[in-house]
Every structure is written in structure tokens, then in C-alpha cells.
């Protein structure tokens, strides 16, 4: 009997060490629930960081509300989506120092090494992200001036005239909605600008006398 209770004990112990070592460590595929009216954000991203796992660095300056209504349970990394979506309305974006992830106002974020990529980036998770790109066709100067007006509050286009390349700094959906009207832009068929040296007239050689 003395051997049984021994026994029984320690599958206990056992079963309770994997039950909380599950609760504490969710994978991957874990789910989450967000469905708030008006939550302020500090509480959403705390709420996140416990389910996932993940470790957030919050600044008390990081503040606003915000609701999601999701009435059914969300995988961990729509649930990121839609915080970095909710931090972007509010004026905020998360970056990764290290091991860490800092939530701090989208303005200070562009200057704090946030992601740079040649290639149009993926639409998910939400996030401030540098995308060069170099059209093609048509000068960046010309682009420049049809689009400047549609980045967000947070986001900036510079062209670079010496290798003819747009950086565009803004949050990935924006981008996305830039890309496209880039790629209608920028054909061949369309190219409506010309190099100095085209548009000049061409000089006229002086016609030498016959003596």
C-alpha cells in the first residue's frame, strides 16, 4: 500500500509540473481570445505577452484605447497581427532589440533600425518596415510627385535620384497599397519623362566658310 501511495504521488507531481510547464509555454498553434470594447493598449499588449510567451518592453508613454471584436478564439499570430494593427492606429509600431520586443511611437521606431528590404514585404504580421525599390521605366522624381501624398501620419517616401530608387518608409499595408499603384505606374508604355540630355536640342554645327 506504502509502494502504491508512493507511485501515485509522483505521477501527481509529474502530471501537475507538465500541466503548469503547458500553461506557461504555449506553442505555436496556441489560440487566444480578443474580444474587447475599448481596452487600452498597455492591457492588450500584456494580455498577448502572457499568452504567448513573448517578452514586450512598453514605455509609459505608450498610451490610447482601442476594441476588436473577434467573437471566436484567434491563433497566436493573427492575434499579433491585429496588435501590431491596433498599435498602428494609435500611432505606435513594435521593434526587435535582441530577445525583446519594444512597443514606442512609429516616428521613433523609424530611426531605431527597424526592417529594410528590397522585396515587397509580407503583408502579416502589421509593422514598419524601409522598402527600396527602383523602378524601371519611369524616374523617381515623377513617381515622387504622384504619390507624396499617400503615406500614413507616420510613413515617408524619399526618392533618391543618383541610383533612381524610391525608399518608402511606412506600415506594411500602405506599402502594399503603394506597391500596386507603383507597378501601374512604372511600364514601359507609360514612361512619360525624358533626360535632360533628350529633351535638349541638339547643337548646331557652324558651317565653315569656302575660301
Known amino acids: 500500500m506504502a509502494l502504491f501511495k508512493r507511485i501515485l504521488l509522483t505521477v501527481l507531481f ?8 503547458a500553461a506557461e509555454s504555449p506553442g505555436a498553434g496556441g489560440t487566444i481570445n480578443l474580444n474587447f470594447d475599448k481596452i487600452e ?12 510567451g513573448k517578452r514586450f518592453i512598453v514605455g509609459p508613454a505608450v498610451q490610447g ?10 491563433s497566436l499570430e493573427e492575434a499579433y497581427h491585429q496588435l501590431g494593427t491596433a498599435l498602428a492606429l494609435n500611432g505606435y509600431a513594435i521593434i526587435k532589440k535582441d530577445d525583446v520586443l519594444v512597443v514606442t511611437s512609429a516616428r521613433n521606431a523609424q530611426r531605431d ?11 502579416k504580421p502589421e509593422r514598419l518596415v524601409t522598402w527600396i525599390f527602383k523602378p524601371k521605366y519611369v524616374s523617381v ?3 515622387n510627385k504622384r504619390l507624396r501624398v499617400l503615406p500614413s501620419r507616420d510613413g515617408e517616401i524619399t526618392p533618391f535620384s543618383p541610383s533612381n530608387s524610391l525608399v518608402v518608409t511606412d ?7 503603394i506597391a500596386a499603384i507603383v507597378k501601374e505606374l512604372d511600364r514601359a508604355e507609360a514612361r512619360g519623362f525624358k533626360s535632360k540630355s533628350e ?8 558651317r565653315m566658310k569656302a575660301e
Open 113 to 123: 533600425g527597424i526592417e529594410t528590404t528590397t522585396e515587397l514585404p509580407a503583408l
Open 199 to 206: 529633351t535638349m536640342p541638339p547643337e548646331k554645327t557652324p
Open 65 to 74: 484605447s482601442v476594441s476588436l471584436f473577434n467573437p471566436t478564439p484567434l
Open 171 to 177: 506600415f506594411v499595408s500602405n506599402i502594399h497599397r
Open 141 to 143: 522624381e515623377e513617381i
Open 14 to 21: 509529474a502530471l501537475g509540473l507538465s500541466t503548469a510547464f
Open 41 to 52: 493598449i498597455q492591457e492588450l499588449v500584456k494580455i498577448y505577452a502572457k499568452a504567448s
